[in-house]
């Protein structure tokens, strides 16, 4: 099992999980998350491949892709409040249903954080929906703690 980045032939098999996580999203929040839908087609995942500021990895084994991770690293400079600080975000981290239990999130991870601290971050950030509790505790088992919190409160709706 080897991490590195992703490369346009893998781009068909990184769609097929972005489908598995848009169903974990739908299912935990339906009226949010459209079901049978990915966030990047073919051509946005092939623009993605060209940008370093936005690096994909994946977990490859036996030539299948396992998993996938959508990084993006953003820099605070001078702000009037926050001191200057480089974060990789994790915009997604996802292992095939079938993989899971296999320590291959674990190696995504691991990859990730080494690269985050090979370009000078400071930190690395994600977001987790609230009742995805595997993940959750993937990260907590990963080190991570909570950051900052969103809250929110659902309103009615008036009828269709």
Not at 85 to 96: A, E, F, P, Q, S
Not at 146 to 154: D, G, H, L, N, P
Request: proline content about 4%; hydrophobic content about 35%.
């Amino acid at each position: 099992m080897i991490v590195r980045k992703a490369v346009k032939s893998d781009i068909s098999r990184i769609i097929e999980l972005l489908h598995q996580v848009d169903m974990v999203h739908h299912d935990l929040r339906p009226e949010l998350f459209k079901p049978y839908t990915t966030k990047y087609d073919e051509q946005e995942l092939e623009a993605l491949l060209n940008d370093e500021s936005k690096p994909i990895f994946v977990c490859v084994d036996d030539g299948m892709v396992l998993g996938h991770a959508f990084c993006m690293t953003t820099e605070v400079r001078s702000d009037k409040l926050l001191q200057d600080i480089k974060t990789l975000y994790i915009d997604d981290i996802c292992v095939d249903e079938q993989f899971r239990g296999r320590h291959v999130g674990k190696a995504l991870y691991e990859h990730v954080r080494d690269y985050a601290l090979s370009i000078g971050c400071n930190n690395m950030t994600l977001n987790v929906w609230e009742g995805n509790l595997p993940a959750e505790s993937f990260y907590r088992n990963m080190g991570m703690k909570v950051q900052k919190t969103t809250m929110e409160i659902r309103l009615p709706q008036p009828e269709k």
